[in-house]
């Protein structure tokens, strides 16, 4: 009895509710409106919707048909007000989320938009134009944020869409990038290799890949990613320099000097190639050639810590302090944070007879020559 007392209270409404769903699918102003923005006669159809939707405010459908047919009449406001009725009416629906979620997204209100798209993507994780919608407007917000000076809010943008939308490779780059920037290393790592898994042919994760393995000094499989890269892009110029900073890394200079070279045959105007060269050339105490490399980067970067603290060496070796010293000063000034420069001034200035300018310097570096090459977080490698 319960059930059948449950039955006859259900049928009227899933009746009632077929047949609204009829008169919306077969309403001829409706249909005739639709046709109308067909046809490109977007004043017509809305002529028909206005008195329509007025006598059926209810009816989401006309008025996302109406909404859009605004737009087509460029008027935004009205469009908007539309669909935001239509939403009021149902606010669950996907096609009213999704109106108004694009509507936000094209006048750049980029979090509320990305509320319209969750609200279909919590029904719905499939939906194309909702998750693509989601994409944008993270995608813009995090842009946005970083334009304004705020590279925090950029990632705090990506982890939320992230969440939203786990299995999108391009936010999950977007992520590893920008977390990247703002060396948050475990989370690039975490999140670029999330990235490949979805998307394990993409060349740009795999490129994202070696420079985040190449700052964590995990050499081997920095070389392995920018091989895999180069063999898919084999003209980029900034890949080739990479792969050359893990050879010399891995103190197989040859191998560094090739992919240096190569970097330079792709993109003469260019410093960093030049750069490595020289401290190829001066680490193998080669000096006249490591000498013309350091000038040739300064002609084009005057302010070069890494080839200016190449000639302080040189100059150094060649027992002339006085000079050493003034472009070991300099490079200091350039980037205070690379310590190499502080050894050989240190040195210098106690050649002079500046002792406790000296030891000053000297308490700067870590006590030695740095034979390596300067470390990402010292010579900063291109950008992708």
Do not use: W
């Amino acid at each position: 009895m319960h059930g059948l007392r449950l039955h006859r209270f259900l049928l009227p409404l899933v009746l009632a509710g077929l047949e609204a769903a009829a008169q919306a699918e077969i309403n001829p102003t409706v249909a005739r409106a639709e046709h109308l923005r067909s046809q490109h006669k977007p004043a017509e159809a809305a002529a028909l919707l206005r008195p329509y939707t007025e006598q059926h405010p209810g009816d989401t459908s006309a008025l996302i048909l109406l909404g859009n047919t605004l737009l087509d009449l460029h008027q935004t406001d009205e469009a908007g007000q539309t669909f935001a009725h239509a939403l009021a009416t149902s606010p669950n629906s996907l096609p009213a989320n999704l109106a108004v979620g694009e509507l936000l997204l094209s006048q750049h209100r980029d979090p509320e938009a990305m509320d319209r798209f969750e609200t279909i993507l919590a029904q719905d994780p499939h939906q194309v134009a909702a998750r693509k919608g989601e994409v944008c407007a993270a995608t813009e917000l995090a842009v946005t944020s970083r334009r304004d000076n705020h590279p925090d809010l950029a990632l705090a943008a990506l982890r939320h869409a992230c969440e939203k939308l786990p299995d999108a490779p391009d936010l999950q780059l977007d992520r590893g990038l920008q977390a990247f920037e703002l060396n948050q290393l475990p989370e690039a790592d975490e999140a670029l290799h999330a990235a490949q898994k979805l998307a394990p042919a993409n060349p740009t994760i795999v490129y994202a890949l070696a420079r985040l393995e190449s700052e964590q000094q995990h050499m081997p499989e920095a070389e392995r990613d920018y091989k895999v890269y180069l063999a898919a892009r084999p003209n980029d110029a900034t890949a080739h320099y990479g792969l050359g900073y893990v050879y010399a890394a891995l103190l197989r200079s040859e191998d560094a000097r090739r992919e240096f070279e190569a970097s330079i045959r792709l993109q003469p105007q260019q410093t960093e190639s030049y750069y490595q060269l020289g401290q190829l050339a001066l680490d193998a105490h080669h000096d006249g050639e490591a000498k013309p490399l350091f000038e040739r980067v300064l002609a084009r970067d005057p302010n070069h810590a890494g080839a200016l603290t190449g000639l302080g060496e040189l100059a150094f070796r060649d027992k002339d302090y006085a000079a050493a010293e003034q472009l070991l000063s300099r490079a200091e000034k350039a980037d205070p944070t690379y310590t190499r420069p502080h050894y050989y001034r240190g040195l210098s200035l106690a050649r002079l007879g500046r002792k406790d300018e000296a030891q000053q310097e000297l308490q700067q570096s870590d006590g030695r020559a740095h034979a390596g090459p300067p470390s990402p977080t010292d010579t900063p490698q291109p950008p992708p």
